[in-house]
């Protein structure tokens, strides 16, 4: 994939490229599902992070905010073909969030790292990510919830 130095670049091309697509099927659903594997998973990945299991601990923790920012944009009624161009999208379209599109490329990177190529984490890598990851976590964790409690009554 093309490397982009900023997120309003790799926005534009996504977009360009039809990798932003809307999605009206089942969303509210969809929402839930997510946020419910997305605290089930946030669990594990504390508990591993508490154990020192610095590679499951990183990738859980990404994948927490994965599925938490893919709901955040079904909220929307967004989605994104991959990662890179969700991440671009929730920098670009909502600024509000303030997260930080060098730190989301860096921890998508380390994890495609792990995943494809057998990259291994160390402590200094959970140590440098813990923080941030905890924060866009709860940031996202806490508008998907707000949004599905204002819908409650009308599903």
Known sequence: ??????EKEAGDWCVREGNILTDQDGV???????L????????????????KRWNSAY?????????LAEAYLLVDK?????????FAYLCAQYPELEFDWNFLEK???????VNYYGTLFQEKDWKEAQLQF??????????????????????
């Open 1 to 6: 994939m093309r490397q982009f130095k900023t």
């Open 28 to 34: 509210r659903e969809r929402i839930f599902a997510n």
């Open 36 to 51: 419910t594997i997305a605290k089930e998973d946030f669990q594990s990945a504390k508990d591993a992070a508490e154990k």
């Open 59 to 67: 990738k859980m923790h990404y994948d927490v905010l994965h599925q």
């Open 78 to 86: 967004i989605k994104s073909r991959n990662h890179h161009c969700l």
């Open 107 to 113: 921890v998508r990177t380390k994890r495609n790292g």
């Open 134 to 155: 905890q924060l866009y976590i709860k940031t996202l964790q806490t508008r998907v919830e707000k949004y599905l409690e204002s819908t409650k009554e009308r599903s």
